[in-house]
Nanobody, 120 residues
Framework: VQLVESGGGSVQAGGSLRLSCAAS????????MTWHRQAPGKEREVIAT????????HYRDSVKGRFNISRNSAKTMLWLQMNDLKPEDTAVYYC??????????????WGQGTQVTVSS
């Protein structure tokens, strides 16, 4: 599975951005898709998750109510709508796909990341 993010950029506080992630390859094997972010000097953290089956979503408390994760049914596109952005949202955002392969375990696929910068 290959992942390519787009849609990052610079925005003022209170603004919005929509990140996209294009998935290719063996996408039918994907079980869960997530968005992570990594701010300078900090560890990478998961901020939003969506399951492939029922489309169940989960958000980190810091983005709940402001961010929305969605995907298409083919699992070839993943989006993150980010509203009411804050300077603390500044980070590199990564698309992640998880495959749970029988006999192997969890396989993680990552995009290259896209920079989001929020100015006050």
């Amino acid at each position: 599975v290959q992942l390519v993010e787009s849609g990052g950029g610079s925005v003022q506080a209170g603004g919005s951005l929509r990140l996209s992630c294009a998935a290719s390859g063996d996408t039918h094997s994907i079980n869960v898709m997530t968005w992570h972010r990594q701010a300078p000097g900090k560890e990478r953290e998961v901020i939003a998750t969506i399951t492939s089956g029922g489309g169940l979503t989960h958000y980190r408390d810091s983005v709940k109510g402001r961010f929305n994760i969605s995907r298409n049914s083919a699992k070839t596109m993943l989006w993150l709508q980010m509203n009411d952005l804050k300077p603390e949202d500044t980070a590199v955002y990564y698309c992640n796909a998880i495959e749970l392969r029988i006999g192997v375990g969890q396989l993680d696929y990552w995009g290259q990341g896209t920079q989001v910068t929020v100015s006050s």
